[in-house]
């Protein structure tokens, strides 16, 4: 079967054809659900991965990943934590950029927050998720609005209100780098979607993607980018769209040895990095 243009121009974003990234991709917020069951997937899912390790910076989105280490998007920035209704303020001078093998910079931090919530520590995975490994992505943001139409192409609008969320996908294609940043890809659809079909929207980024190996659960990826059709109209999720999330598989290394580090505490102020 011939390939889609957007389908075509994800292989482009995963081969880091830049002119693609800057035209059809951009940071991510909220999730929005196919599902019509709206109502349960602002709380946490019967099986589930890790809702409460998944909280707020400013607004967008971040991961409690235990021993004091919150994971998000750089581009989401450093910042107080809001978990369970309760702040945690960052920790001064613990913000780390993570890097790919070649030293680059990817869009990826982590920073420690001054507190210690009782939720448990989270397990990232070990191996990128192959094509067609069922996901869960929880993010906060816009909720679903109307459904809408475009040049052949449906979908829904984004609504005015914002909540913490969780649904579901399959991985539609991984490995490659995205933005600077190793990803695996996820599709919007309506033939074949999941029970709780998800598709991120611009706005934030930092949210979780987990998935279930051997009856457990693991962090598999932060959303952080979406790639939508050219010329679409802005403040929608459209079938055949996709959300790209950075592998955390790549940086695991980095991440764990980050978080074997004992608590280093400083006189010096934290310096905020505000979100856009």
Avoid: C
């Amino acid at each position: 079967m011939k390939k889609t243009a957007l389908a075509a121009r994800v292989d482009r974003l995963l081969a880091l054809t830049t002119l693609v990234v800057a035209t059809v991709a951009a940071p991510v917020s909220a999730l929005v659900i196919v599902s019509d069951r709206d109502s349960e997937s602002v709380t946490a899912p019967t099986d589930d991965p890790g809702w409460a390790n998944v909280g707020t910076i400013g607004g967008l989105t971040g991961i409690y990943l235990g021993s004091g280490w919150t994971l998000t998007a750089s581009h989401v920035g450093t910042g107080p934590v809001v978990l369970g209704g309760h702040t945690f303020s960052a920790a001064p001078d613990t913000t780390v950029q993570l890097r790919n093998r070649d030293g680059s910079l990817a869009d990826l931090i982590v920073f420690r927050i001054q507190g210690a919530p009782h939720l448990p520590r989270l397990r990232i995975a070990r191996a990128t998720p192959q094509v067609g490994t069922p996901v869960v992505l929880i993010g906060n943001g816009r909720n679903r609005g109307a459904p809408v139409s475009w040049s052949g192409h449906e979908g829904f609008a984004w609504g005015t209100a914002s909540a913490l969320r969780w649904g579901t996908n399959t991985v539609f294609k991984s490995g490659g780098r995205v933005n600077s940043t190793e990803a695996f890809v996820t599709q919007f659809r309506k033939d074949g979607a999941t029970p709780h079909e998800a598709q991120a929207a611009v706005g934030d980024s930092g949210g979780a993607v987990f998935v279930k190996v051997q009856g457990e659960w693991w962090l598999a990826g932060v959303l952080f980018m979406v790639a939508a059709a050219d010329k679409q109209p802005p403040e929608t999720a459209l079938y055949g769209n996709f959300t790209v999330s950075a592998d955390l598989a790549r940086y695991r290394p980095q991440i764990e040895k980050l978080m074997a580090e004992p608590m280093k505490r400083s006189p010096v102020k934290s310096k905020e990095n505000r979100p856009r």
